[in-house]
């Protein structure tokens, strides 16, 4: 808040309030909204570092998943208010500074969001073949930032390691069929480079168990739904132990005892021969412990609870269950491709 400023007038139509919002997402413009619903007189102007307004319900959101992008609608209609401008391709802190900000505007609101991803702090995080799911997020969705992002596809496996709906997000653009995505608004790069895909098997690896895991029970069902695809669970890593019991016990954590209910369901999918799938495109399967899979971006194994949503398919050549040791730099080799989803962290303004 710029406090060297006459306030006595604020606020009216001959000294309106003004005020710069950095970043035009849903929290920008929901901040303008509360604004221009105020009894003041304001004026806002939005920056945006990128050429386009609506942050990630334009960038994150799946592209099919169009329901999830209409709040662009309100936002279009909040960008005809009077006194809105939007201000695209303007970087804070390289373009305009923070003070000079201060000096023309009455109040300045950060609403930039956390564009840094977060790292695991594992060895071997960096390997080629490993990315971010922003990356891949970003990429499928044309953000300027990853349009260019290269990804090899032309493996058979791929990992992905999270467990919220980011990571399930990932997880069906890898693994639904070509012709699905071509309805939607995903980038036509990206199009295109998934209908030469060749991957086949597609792990989510998550550090806690299935009660834990942080899907939406929305989002994981829909996995089940997937056009040539059989989901399968095992029951045996589906197993519960008494913490776990007792958080679903509890009212408030419905979400977790649906995804726990509709894992459940898929487990007597495991009962299907492997001749019997062999003509679908793609094999969504077993949550194993991760503490049994090779496919770990981890110098040590996980321990206890902990379990992996796997889209697996045909020819999976991963260890034995119950075979549990740490994974080295070589055995990445049996998992070309990684998408990490660890979170957000944002950058300072300066």
Known sequence: ?????????????????????????????????????????????????????FGLVRYGVAPDHPKLKQPTMVFDKIAQSPGFTFLGNVTVGRDVGVEQLRATHHAILFACGAESDRRLGLPNEDLPGSHTATEFVGWYNGHPDYRDRSFDLSQEVAVVIGQGNVAIDVARILAKPIDELRGTDMAEHALDALAGSRVRDIHIIGRRGPAQASFTFKELRELGDLGGCATLVSESDLHLNSASLAELEDKNNFNAAKNVEILQSWTTHCELPLSGIASRDRLLGNWHKARERRLILTADYYSGASATAACRCLGCRLSQPGECFPVRPAVLTACPVYMRQAGSSADRQE
């Open 1 to 53: 808040m710029n406090l060297g400023i006459d306030t006595a007038s604020l606020g009216t139509s001959g000294n309106p309030l003004r005020v710069a919002i950095v970043g035009s997402g849903p929290s920008g413009f929901y901040a303008a909204e509360a604004l221009f619903k105020s009894p003041l007189a304001v004026r806002v102007d939005m920056l945006e570092r990128l050429p386009v307004p």
